[in-house]
């Protein structure tokens, strides 16, 4: 210990008290969150049924920085996850005979697929596509032969069918 003089006298210095490390503090600020499995849940569930992310830390108390920190996977693919479930129970009600949720899937499909037609991610499927013939570069080039003087001054000349009326 290093010793020191306190008004004229030699006294020991006293040992301080280790500092206490960051964030290991007990009494300062709000606890640490802890997170649950029914949290997680309770989340995607919020997300999938179209709320916030400002709502959903305002219902779970805590700020919007903390939900994306603990909840990040749950606010990315809870939407997802939720929607892919509601439209698998719909599906399995109205395989059962469900008539509500057979409409219900039905309108679902319809709408999804319309907003994919907007979005130009799907093309129209009203009208069969014609099946593609190939030609051949033999073919094509005889078929421009054939039309090689339409429009244009040469015209007649280069047509390809011979005279009708032509003597010898």
Same mark, same amino acid.
């Given at each position: 210990?290093?010793?020191?003089?306190? =008004?004229?006298? $030699? @006294?020991?210095?006293?040992?301080?008290? +280790? &500092?206490?490390?960051? #964030?290991?503090?007990?009494?300062?600020?709000?606890?640490?969150?802890?997170?649950?499995?029914?949290?997680?849940?309770?989340?995607?569930?919020?997300?999938?049924?179209?709320?916030?992310?400002?709502?959903?830390?305002?219902?779970?108390?805590?700020?919007?920085?903390?939900?994306?920190?603990?909840?990040?996977?749950?606010?990315?693919?809870?939407?997802? =996850?939720?929607? $892919? @479930?509601?439209?698998?129970?719909?599906? +399995? &009600?109205?395989?059962? #005979?469900?008539?509500?949720?057979?409409?219900?899937?039905?309108?679902?499909?319809?709408?999804?697929?319309?907003?994919?037609?907007?979005?130009?991610?799907?093309?129209?499927?009203?009208?069969?596509?014609?099946?593609?013939?190939?030609?051949?570069?033999?073919?094509?080039?005889?078929?421009?032969?054939?039309?090689?003087?339409?429009?244009?001054?040469?015209?007649?000349?280069?047509?390809?069918?011979?005279?009708?009326?032509?003597?010898?």
């Amino acid at each position: 210990m290093v010793e020191r003089k306190a =008004r004229g006298k $030699a @006294a020991k210095a006293k040992p301080r008290a +280790k &500092a206490a490390k960051k #964030g290991k503090r007990k009494s300062a600020g709000r606890p640490e969150i802890k997170v649950t499995a029914a949290d997680r849940e309770k989340v995607e569930i919020l997300v999938g049924g179209g709320m916030a992310v400002e709502e959903i830390a305002a219902a779970l108390d805590m700020a919007v920085n903390s939900l994306k920190k603990h909840f990040g996977a749950e606010l990315k693919r809870g939407r997802s =996850r939720k929607q $892919a @479930a509601m439209l698998e129970a719909m599906f +399995k &009600a109205g395989v059962g #005979g469900n008539v509500s949720a057979q409409k219900a899937y039905m309108q679902h499909s319809l709408l999804a697929t319309a907003d994919d037609r907007a979005q130009g991610t799907v093309e129209p499927t009203s009208q069969p596509r014609a099946p593609r013939t190939y030609q051949g570069k033999k073919d094509a080039a005889q078929a421009e032969a054939m039309t090689a003087g339409a429009g244009t001054d040469w015209g007649s000349d280069l047509d390809p069918t011979p005279p009708t009326d032509v003597k010898h």
